[in-house]
């Protein structure tokens, strides 16, 4: 796999999404991705990006002004 945006390669990580919404922040950490080694650009497969979507949509359920998630515990 190469960066979409630079074209350097990648290597299998984990990062934090932040995603802010109407109500507040959802904050979830340890999602798998890919990291550019050059330009440091996150990557998500589609299968993340689908569980993100979910976790997302569970949160504004029950949003609080803050949430914060845990990748592994909810996916």
Same mark, same amino acid.
């Given at each position: =796999? @190469?960066?979409? &945006?630079?074209? /350097? !390669?990648?290597?299998? /990580?984990?990062?934090?999404?932040?995603?802010?919404?109407?109500? !507040? %922040? #959802? %904050?979830?950490?340890? #999602?798998? /991705?890919? &990291?550019?080694?050059?330009?440091?650009? $996150? %990557?998500?497969? !589609?299968?993340? $990006?689908? &569980?993100?979507? +979910?976790?997302?949509? /569970?949160? +504004? +359920?029950? =949003?609080?002004? @803050?949430? #914060?998630?845990?990748?592994? =515990? #909810?996916?």
């Amino acid at each position: =796999m @190469i960066c979409i &945006k630079c074209r /350097s !390669g990648v290597e299998k /990580s984990f990062t934090t999404d932040v995603t802010e919404l109407e109500n !507040g %922040i #959802v %904050i979830v950490r340890h #999602v798998p /991705s890919y &990291k550019c080694k050059e330009c440091n650009e $996150v %990557i998500y497969t !589609g299968d993340v $990006v689908a &569980k993100l979507e +979910k976790i997302l949509e /569970s949160a +504004k +359920k029950l =949003m609080q002004e @803050i949430s #914060v998630v845990e990748y592994s =515990m #909810v996916a």
